[in-house]
């Protein structure tokens, strides 16, 4: 087949991306690091690291470990604020032609509202992320775990704002079918599946936890299994969009979730230690689609067959 022939446009609710890839916030910046490296308008969207109402300083030291097929991080969500968001960093973003999700975090429902209210309308900002779930960061979960929180905060964004809307949801859960169906009772256009799985880092000999935090959020490839599980689940639990989080560094990577029911896929950790790993899975997409003997992403997305 002709790799020409293939189409990589992905639609997920009143959000349309150019191709499938995306970069996760938190792992990129917020973009402007990585301009030298990347040719960012090839991204299907860049999400930039999450903002919040006032500037945050984040954690104590130290903030991150690698382990075993992963990374732990307990940054804390610490950025500038929205309005040095606003001012400095959007006018940047918003020329690079690509999507531009913003990332919004709150300690309360109101404070996702008024963030929301702030940034509708400004120019470069294609749709909000709703970081609902991050692990490190006292006040931050309760929205991702308890399911009509979760349903009151997206319904109040969506409420107070025009632009698209994707609920970012964390593993940390008995069962996240029920905040899945929360947020698309709130009227979210997507699920962002997943944020990191909670953990922590010892040090035996002084008998002391590693992460100035104690506790962290689990990245990479060791939480792929998890993610695709939950994608499975919460695929066949709600009739909205996923966009796959969680391990993605190979073209194998992003086949895998396509198929399990993610519509499109944010890479994270792996941005890391191969900043130009987006473009590169971009560039393998046509022919990985081409093997299957499809011309459209929309085509293989949710197609995995239970085996018997």
């Given at each position: 087949?002709?790799h020409a022939n293939v189409h990589l446009e992905v639609q997920l609710g009143r959000l349309r991306l150019a191709n499938p890839i995306a970069v996760a916030s938190g792992t990129f910046g917020y973009a402007r690091e990585m301009a030298g490296l990347v040719d960012l308008a090839r991204l299907g969207a860049i ?177 792929k299994p998890i993610a695709l599980r939950i994608v499975y689940q919460v695929a066949r639990a709600v009739k909205i969009p996923l966009m796959g989080i969680g391990g993605v ?60």
């Amino acid at each position: 087949m002709n790799h020409a022939n293939v189409h990589l446009e992905v639609q997920l609710g009143r959000l349309r991306l150019a191709n499938p890839i995306a970069v996760a916030s938190g792992t990129f910046g917020y973009a402007r690091e990585m301009a030298g490296l990347v040719d960012l308008a090839r991204l299907g969207a860049i999400l930039p690291k999450t903002i919040t109402q006032e500037p945050r300083s984040g954690n104590p030291p130290p903030r991150t470990i690698e382990t075993t097929g992963g990374l732990l991080n307990s940054i804390g969500l610490d950025n500038d604020g929205v309005e040095a968001f606003v001012e400095r960093q959007l006018p940047y973003l918003a020329s690079l032609g690509t999507a531009v999700i913003v990332s919004v975090a709150g300690k309360t429902a109101e404070q996702f509202v008024e963030l929301a209210q702030r940034l509708d309308g400004l120019p470069g900002i294609s749709a909000m992320e709703l970081n609902m779930s991050c692990p490190n960061v006292s006040g931050g979960v309760d929205f991702g775990t308890n399911p009509a929180m979760c349903q009151r905060v997206v319904s109040g964004v969506r409420q107070a704002c025009s632009l698209p809307i994707l609920a970012k949801l964390t593993p940390n859960v008995t069962d996240v079918t029920e905040v899945a169906r929360a947020a698309e009772a709130g009227g979210a256009d997507a699920l962002s599946l997943i944020n990191t799985c909670l953990g922590m880092a010892v040090d035996w000999r002084h008998r002391r936890p590693i992460l100035g935090n104690v506790l962290g959020g689990l990245s990479g490839p060791a939480i792929k299994p998890i993610a695709l599980r939950i994608v499975y689940q919460v695929a066949r639990a709600v009739k909205i969009p996923l966009m796959g989080i969680g391990g993605v560094a190979s073209i194998d990577d992003v086949m895998e979730f396509l198929v399990t029911g993610a519509t499109a896929v944010q890479i994270g950790t792996a941005n890391f230690y191969n900043p130009t790993v987006g473009v590169q899975l971009v560039d393998q997409l046509p022919a990985a689609l081409a093997s299957l003997g499809v011309t459209s992403v929309g085509e293989i997305v949710g197609t995995l067959t239970p085996s018997k």
